[in-house]
């Protein structure tokens, strides 16, 4: 089985500011890692994945993430955010092959202020 | 190009009420899977179904049940309706195999009064 920690469940920041959301994870197999963001009252969009091959994976709006298997996370960063960066992020696992179950952090908010 | 559909958007149950919430996908998929979200906990794995047919229970299956007889459709019922049901619902689907991302619904609002 797998778990997800998300250890910050309010991050606030100036607007052009980097921001560091930090994901560390626990699983007995070989894992796949995403980031998603909800938006205000909207569903889930994927920002990026990790699922094989180089650690450092960039996803829309300007992120990225580092994937680091001795550390177990995966941390998302973003060198200058903006005000419509503000949303609720979430990390995820799932174990390779199977039903691609995910499982989820409990979410981290990201405002950004002017 | 419609993804994930979901309906209703929003609903107020009776405690002991019944509805279906409804998840159709246009995209062939054929893995489908049913989330509750509470404020501060992420998602919650209610259901997943990994074609049509073959349903298991995820997570928090408790006071659910779902059938998946077409590969487009994972309806997630609520027989008895219970305060502890509020939440909001969302359906999701993946291809599977080397297709691993899940897109995902608008959601469903419920609140049981």
């Known amino acids: 089985a797998q778990s997800v920690t998300q250890l910050d469940s309010q991050v606030p920041v100036f607007e052009e500011a980097p921001v560091e959301l930090r994901c560390n994870y626990s699983?007995?197999?070989?894992?796949?890692l995403f980031w998603y963001v909800q938006y205000p009252n909207q569903g889930l969009q994927l920002l990026l994945k990790?699922?094989?091959?180089?650690?450092l994976v960039k996803g829309i709006n300007g992120f990225e993430a580092e994937f680091n298997k001795s550390q177990t996370s995966f941390h998302l960063r973003k060198p200058s955010v903006h005000i419509s960066d503000t949303a609720e992020y979430f990390c995820?696992?799932?174990?390779?092959?199977?039903?691609?179950?995910?499982?989820f952090g409990k979410g981290t908010k990201l405002t950004v202020n002017p | 190009n419609a993804g994930v559909t979901q309906t209703p958007k929003f609903r107020i149950l009776k405690i002991g009420q019944s509805m279906t919430l409804q998840c159709a996908q246009d995209?062939?998929?054929?893995?489908m899977y049913w989330y509750r979200q509470d404020p501060g906990m992420g998602l919650k794995l209610i259901y997943y179904?990994?074609?049509?047919?073959?349903?298991d229970k995820g997570e928090v299956p408790n006071g659910y049940n779902v059938s998946r007889s077409t590969t487009e459709d994972f309806p997630l019922r609520l027989e008895l309706a219970a305060p502890s049901q509020t939440s909001v619902y969302f359906c999701?689907?993946?291809?599977?195999?080397?297709?691993?991302?899940?897109?995902f619904g608008a959601g469903t609002r419920l609140s049981v009064l």
């Open positions: 999701a689907s993946t291809k599977g195999g080397r297709e691993v991302i899940q897109y």
């Open positions: 699983s007995s197999v070989s894992v796949y």
């Open positions: 990790y699922l094989s091959g180089s650690t």
């Open positions: 995820a696992v799932s174990g390779k092959g199977g039903s691609e179950k995910l499982v």
């Open positions: 995209m062939n998929h054929n893995y």
């Open positions: 179904s990994v074609g049509a047919g073959i349903t």
